[in-house]
T-cell receptor, first 111, second 116 residues
């Protein structure tokens, strides 16, 4: 069965600094991979997704993620963090019929 | 993108009563809907999958008699928490997908249930 590990429960970065959130997955075939962001009390907003093709995926809000099959990773990056990026971030592996979520990484942004 | 709407956004109910949460796909036909539960500071756990016109498939450990799911139309699924107790207090999120939507599902904004 597929699973997702987000090793970092909480990350704090300064505004303007770069960000990388880690995600490792376990999946038997070519995975469908997603990153979602959740603000407090809100649902999930899709940042980006990977199904196939170019392993560097561009998403919304300036986020990108790179699929590395050899490392079973799908890390999320942003070159310059804004205060509004403070939220909970979830990595997920599909397919949609059996989507599994990581435990989440809470991002705090220092002024 | 496709829009999924949940109602209500939050609800408080008394212990022993039942509460219904609606999940609607606003601009597409949702052949499949998913219901998740999220405890504070935790991840989403899939509760059940429902296909339009069929009985829902529940994940192991989820009480089907307590969490009644109905997916009678292509735009609406409902989750009814029956005889709610304080331990049922949680954040419930639905997602929906339809034909031709590749492998992506679209999420509602969630419903905060508090049982007092």
């Amino acid at each position: 069965a597929q699973s997702v590990t987000q090793p970092d429960i909480h990350i704090t970065v300064s505004e303007g600094a770069s960000l990388e959130l880690r995600c490792n997955y376990s999946y038997g075939a070519t995975p469908y991979l997603f990153w979602y962001v959740q603000s407090p009390g809100q649902g999930l907003q899709l940042l980006l997704k990977y199904f196939s093709g170019d392993t560097l995926v561009q998403g919304i809000k300036g986020f990108e993620a790179e699929f590395k099959r050899s490392q079973s990773s799908f890390n999320l990056r942003k070159p310059s963090v804004h205060w509004s990026d403070a939220a909970e971030y979830f990595c997920a592996v599909g397919p949609r019929e059996d989507m599994r979520f990581g435990a989440g990484t809470r991002l705090t942004v220092k002024p | 993108g496709a829009v999924v709407s949940q109602h209500p956004s939050w609800v408080i109910c008394k212990s022993g009563t039942s509460v219904k949460i609606e999940c609607r796909s606003l601009d597409f036909q949702a052949t499949t809907m998913f219901w998740y539960r999220q405890f504070p500071k935790q991840s989403l756990m899939l509760m059940a999958t429902s296909n339009e016109g069929s009985k829902a498939t529940y994940e192991q450990g989820v009480e089907k008699d307590k969490f009644l799911i109905n997916h009678a139309s292509l735009t609406l699924s409902t989750l009814t928490v029956t005889s709610a107790h304080p331990e049922d207090s949680s954040f419930y999120i639905c997602s929906a997908t339809g034909t031709g939507m590749n492998t992506e599902a679209f999420f509602g904004q969630g419903t905060r249930l508090t049982v007092v």
